[in-house]
């Protein structure tokens, strides 16, 4: 299994995403490129897991604007898009790229926001803690950080 930096895969990595994560990024994606890191999951030379790391809001974000600029300004990057394979999940990848993002930046701090609640102790796992509880016409979303 390899942990790869670089937006070079990006398309391809954008294939896996289910089609409504498709439609909130790839149309906008040339406006956060040059803001956003891709890391990848690697095996057999196939893409089967990844995920993105923004240094200002990601388009998911943008209704909660203020609250996201705020975790910017305090030097907090964005993890989003975090997606495994389904036929590769269950294999503990998802908690692979998140330790192998950790040990490249050990001394950034990430913020990211979860939709269903019961993945918060997954997150848990590598000192990410919740923090907000936000409500919108939407739905509902939790803020995690990790410091």
């Not at 394979?85 to 192998?100: A, V």
């Amino acid at each position: 299994m390899d942990f790869i930096q670089g937006n070079h895969n990006i398309e391809s990595f954008f294939g896996l995403l289910p089609a409504d994560w498709q439609e909130a990024i790839v149309p906008y994606w040339v406006d956060y490129a040059d803001s956003s890191f891709l890391y990848i999951l690697m095996e057999n030379n196939e893409i089967i897991g990844g995920g993105l790391e923004f240094t200002k809001p990601s388009p998911e974000m943008l209704t909660h604007f203020q609250l996201a600029q705020s975790y910017f300004e305090k030097g907090y990057n964005y993890l989003g898009y975090i997606w495994v394979n389904e036929s590769h999940r269950g294999k503990g990848l998802g908690l692979f790229w998140l330790e192998n993002l950790i040990k490249l930046k050990p001394q950034q701090k990430f913020w990211l926001s979860i939709e269903e609640f019961s993945l918060h102790s997954f997150y848990e796992k590598t000192d990410f803690k919740l923090v907000h509880h936000l409500r919108s016409d939407e739905g509902e979303e939790w803020i995690m950080i990790r410091e």
